[in-house]
């Protein structure tokens, strides 16, 4: 039996875009991305739409890479919304992303690309990068929160990926914190769910509820930060407040999950040093005794983080495919 092939398409599908490319994992672990290509998420037309883009994206990155000689055997996907560990469905997705909760999404994929195809959560997959070549290769357990347009975290083991019964665990977004009070979150609910306040929607949503007058509102995170780069000082409190709800937040998390190490990546945290500043000042204030020199860091993959995860997640199902079958079969006459 020939080695598993160390090339394979990865895709990455987040709530505003979708971006692929060719990962070539090397004998160490290490992740190199080729054949990028990215597009809006056709987010608002329903899962038949984003699962017929997400088809398009890699069949045209696959036929990209043949035609430079490059054969991918395997598909790693890095995907918003709960992702069933067996099937590779998603089995819930919030109201960011309509229509893309019950999904078949391995199953499609697997049928377009006649590919083995390995499913998981973006964040699980940006957690799972980050543990292998990023700022969690150093520990064994480790708590990361990934904030772009929704917020996601998960938790590092040991063991890899805790996943939880039903796919969900490490969901932060969810916790609650007074400063959400009253406002939607993407799950529907009202009862202040952090995700309201920390996300780069939820830091416009902030932003606009105590409006000054005569001030525009901010069409999302990156704007409220352009804003506080010059000089509002509403943008500032704003984005102080939700520094501070954060950190107060990832000490609550802490002190139930207790790891060595909390990571912090995405869009939304790239917010200036004065908002770290904030973030690790209120964990600190809020943390048990015994939590609080624990490390918060920035994650070091930033965007490829999901696309590296994916790979590793594809290349560990294929070698372990290729395991299997290269494991004869007990004859009767041993049994």
Partial sequence: ?????????????????????????????????????QRATPATDGGAAVLDAVTTAACDVAAAARVDGVTPHGVGVASAGVV????????????????????????????????PVAVLNDVHAHALGESRVGAGRDV???????AGTGLGGALVTAH???????????????????????????????????????????????????????TSPATGGGDV???????????????LASGRALGQTLASAAALLDPEKIVLTGSATRCGE?????????????ALPLHR????????????APLTGAAIAAHTACTRDITKEKTPTPSKDNT
């Fill in 1 to 37: 039996m020939s080695r598993p092939s160390s090339r394979y398409v990865v895709i990455d599908i987040g709530g505003t875009k979708i971006a692929a490319g060719i990962a070539h994992v090397d004998d160490t672990g290490h992740v190199a991305i080729t054949h990028r290509t």
């Fill in 84 to 115: 069933s560990p067996t099937s590779g469905d998603i089995t819930y997705a919030s109201d960011l992303m309509p229509g893309w909760g019950g999904t078949r999404l391995r199953e499609g994929l697997a049928r377009k690309l006649g590919l």
């Fill in 140 to 146: 064994t357990r480790f708590l990361l929160l990934a």
């Fill in 160 to 214: 890899g990926i805790d996943t939880g019964h039903l796919g969900v665990a490490g969901s932060l977004a969810h916790l609650i914190h007074p400063l959400a009070a009253g406002m939607t979150c993407a799950c529907g609910a009202t009862t202040g769910h952090i995700e309201c306040v920390v996300s780069g929607t939820g830091q416009a949503a902030l932003y606009n509820r105590n409006l000054p007058q005569g």
């Fill in 225 to 239: 930060f352009t804003r506080y780069r010059t000089g509002d000082p509403h943008a500032r409190d704003t984005l």
């Fill in 274 to 286: 004065e908002w770290w500043q904030v973030v690790r000042e209120a964990f600190r204030a809020d």
């Fill in 293 to 304: 020199n624990l490390a918060i860091a920035e994650g070091l993959l930033a965007g490829d």
